[in-house]
């Protein structure tokens, strides 16, 4: 029996599924991380004190003082019955890599004991060699170290097999250029945090620390685990290449109001009680629109931990689904002609003082405060809506952006109606000759247009890549399976920069003899002028935005290849220069790893294709095709004539057709990968596979195959259908 009517068969017969018990959250939330209050218990005075400076001030930790932490966390995780750790980083590959070893060790005379060494805390030096480095650790060393990030906390991975401790780390190589996602990312938060304070002291002399914050929607599919076995094309690339659309999809729009089924529910409830005991504070499940998605999202926090919170959530998810004999779908466009899925980032600033920075104030003055920080990031997505394009760019989140469904590969910022207004109300009276009554009138005036209740009269534009929701931006078109960090890298770092530039832009104004607050005004009106066109209030979907984006110029970078070109322009290595984010080098051999990326899973999807066609589709087409060409021929022999053979010939020759241009198309898309493979320039390399390999064959390969699938006998095919992948539970 094929792998697709087995796994048929034993959903059929698969036990009802009991949900866990409910337990309460603050019961167990938290319960597997070395927070500040179980340091606080396991460190001494001056442990802890020295843990705290580096956590809230970057201070650095002596070597007996880490000894002293290293003693503590491993005297917690043994009350907990933990045997191993591991340095827990992020590599460029997208997910996240461990190498365990024990506490168990022997002294000298043979003695076993357990330890855990200040050292071992602090620094680790795993394998490199097999992560990609786009040529840097061949450049500089052929090292590459992991380096413990104190600001976020240790926890405990339990697996149900075993237990370890996992230190969050960053991955550099020898000579310090980074390696992973989140050292770039710890360097954008400080830019932001020196910039973002420079800004506020206009406002508030108290402000001494600014932190960006980060909320993130995950967006996911659901399938059986023995429909999913039953794909390769799931198996090796998470997403389905062939597949006919079903009769029905999401047009009745049934799954998103529905209830959440019993089998997935089971499923979540085991998931969030691993997430809550991990301190990962999640707080919203429901159905997605499409058969079989599901999202979830978190309280937001502090961008770093929030970052390290989903990429674990994502381990999680894929580790929990197959205890109950499912498999978590991460990837952005599962299935071709349904919804796909992303992660949206909300991202807003706080001050150590309490006060979201892009929250409508309640005074005058800290509206101001608000509108300055609104404004700033506003010019920042314009003067770098490329590198926020490059930042999302990836294979897989091709298949989703500028498709008509789900954010365009423009970038634009919807604001809503209020701040829309109050911007032109800026631009109108804010003039040369401003003095100190116009500018309280104004403050007062704008205090006005921005009611309380901002949060419920935005937000009606979901068609935005970057939206303003009330009281944060939501950044739409982060892809599903990304690591967050890549895009709030970016993020901080241009808010960082556009502020630094409109501290000078005031500090040279007041130099002028302009007051403070007018010479605020300036420049927040020079900014709103200079950046206007990136706004966009209107259907992000539709073909009249991307005229309308084309004659405003702005970009619209449709594949991955060309995205990210952005990332290494003159301006670009300027900008993360600058802000001490990525060195030339660094910033160049990033650009290289993401090509190379992009090439090879374009190269997986295209070898795969290939394969399927050949040893799946072909055979059971032609077996079709054979038992058409007996019938005809024995129609003829028992003398009944043309009429009664000509619908079957009909449908034998389209059959023939599409079986021969299955051929065709395979035969012709290898010779294309071949010539792709031998183009040495990593970038030529990357356009050919999208060009010439994924645009000219992908779809239409794709078409014949799915014309096949529709006639074949049903019995003669053994990929399980979509109508079986995301229905059937
Ligand atoms: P929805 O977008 O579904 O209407 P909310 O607006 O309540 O829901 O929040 C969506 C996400 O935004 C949540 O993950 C929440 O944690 C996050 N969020 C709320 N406030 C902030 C903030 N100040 N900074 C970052 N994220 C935030
Ligand atoms: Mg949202």
Known sequence: MSLRFNALNNLLNSQTVQPGNSTKITAIFAENVFTHQVARQFLSDEAFKSLLGSIRAGQKIDRSMAAQIANGIRAWADTKGVTHFTHWFQPLTGTTAEKHDSFFTLKSDGTPIEQFEGDALIQQEPDASSFPSGGLRATFEARGYTAWDPSSPAFIMDTGYGKTLCIPTIFVSYTGESLDYKAPLLKAIEALNHAAVDVCNYFDRNVAHVTPTLGWEQEYFIVDEGLFNARPDLVLCGRTVFGHNPAKGQQLEDHYFGSIPERIYAFMLDYENEAYKLGIPLRTRHNEVAPAQFECAPIFEEVNLAVDHNTLLMDIMTRVAARHKLRVLLHEKPFAGINGSGKHNNWSMATDTGVNLLAPGKTPKTNLMFLAFFVNSIKAVHDYSDLLRASIASASNDFRLGANEAPPAIISVFIGEYLTKVLQDVKARVTEKMDETDESMLKIDIHRSIPELLMDNTDRNRTSPFAFTGNKFEFR???????????????????????????????GLIEKGEKKEIAIMHTIREYIVASEKILFEGDGYSAEWEKEAERRGLPNVKTTP????AMVTEKAKKLFSDNNIYSHPELEARHEIELEKYIKKVQIESRLMAELSTSHVLPAAVRYQNILVENVKGLKDIGLGDAACAQRTEILSKISEHINKVSELTVAMIEARKKANNLTDTRGKALAYCTDVKEKFFDELRYHVDKLELMVDDKEWY?????????LR
């Open 562 to 565: 060309l995205a990210l070109d």
């Open 477 to 507: 078109a982060v892809g599903s399976s990304a690591n967050c960090a890549n895009a709030m890298t970016v993020l901080n770092t241009i808010m960082a920069d556009t502020l630094k530039k409109f501290k000078k832009d005031v500090d």
């Open 719 to 727: 990929l399980p259908k979509y109508r079986e992948l995301v229905f």
